[in-house]
């Protein structure tokens, strides 16, 4: 079983929606966990960075939110643009022998039509 | 543009044999990290170098071997390809020596090993 799990696995709504992408993890402890936007054919760009101590991380019409009780994280996506059709990827660091091994969910295909 | 180069952007190569990928990390950046994305596994974390210093090993094959050199370029040496190496190969650099540290892709080397 996968550490990081996304879902919805993929996702289509139509412009000016909002949505919300789910990522339950099951490692602990963790240093960070990390929302990425990866354009088809690009390389991911970070969207935001949490800490387990944070709640809630903005980035413009992004907005992420951690439960470490659950050990759950959401990106909410506001007034979506055709510009958002992309693969979304959650990653949450393990500490391991001194360092911080990134794991990455499978991520999230979103689509958004006119 | 991330600033981050990588070279080539395509390669395709028959099994068995050994290729080069070469990455330019953004300018004084001293971390570059490597991971492999396919269709089957996701995004995978493979090493970390840190100012020419091997940082953080992931899930590097031991066919798979990188350096970084005293110019900070980066190279991963794949050996003994098979079908299943064929992915896309990420580049990514920061100015921290942090393996969990936000950092900047490059557009990626598609592999295809026939």
């Known amino acids: 079983k996968n550490q990081v799990e996304q879902s919805p696995q993929s996702l289509i709504i139509l412009e000016g929606k909002n949505c919300t992408l789910q990522?339950?993890?099951?490692?602990?402890?963790?240093?960070?966990l990390r929302w990425y936007k990866q354009d088809t054919g690009r390389g991911p760009v970070s969207l935001t960075i949490m800490t387990f101590s944070e709640n809630t991380k903005s980035n413009g019409r992004y907005t992420a939110t951690l439960d470490a009780d659950t050990k759950q994280s959401s990106l909410h996506i506001t007034a979506s643009q055709l510009s958002d059709s992309a693969s979304y990827i959650c990653?949450?660091?393990?500490?391991?022998?001194?360092?911080?091994?990134?794991?990455f969910g499978r991520g999230t295909s979103l689509i958004v039509h006119p | 543009d991330s600033g981050v180069t990588q070279t080539p952007k395509h390669l395709i190569t028959a099994t068995g044999q050994r290729v080069t990928l070469r990455c330019s990390p953004r300018s004084g950046d001293l971390s570059v990290y490597w991971y492999q994305q396919s269709l089957d596994q996701g995004l995978q974390f493979l090493i970390q170098?840190?100012?020419?210093?091997?940082?953080a090993k992931g899930n590097i094959l031991e066919r798979f071997s990188a350096q970084q050199f005293p110019d900070l370029h980066s190279e991963l040496n794949l050996s003994s390809l098979e079908l299943g190496d064929s992915a896309l190969y990420f580049c990514a650099s920061s100015p921290r020596q942090r393996t969990d540290t936000e950092a900047f892709f490059g557009q990626g080397t598609r592999l295809t090993v026939v």
């Open positions: 990522c339950n993890y099951t490692v602990s402890p963790f240093s960070n």
């Open positions: 170098y840190y100012n020419g210093e091997e940082r």
């Open positions: 990653v949450v660091s393990v500490p391991s022998g001194g360092s911080y091994i990134p794991t």
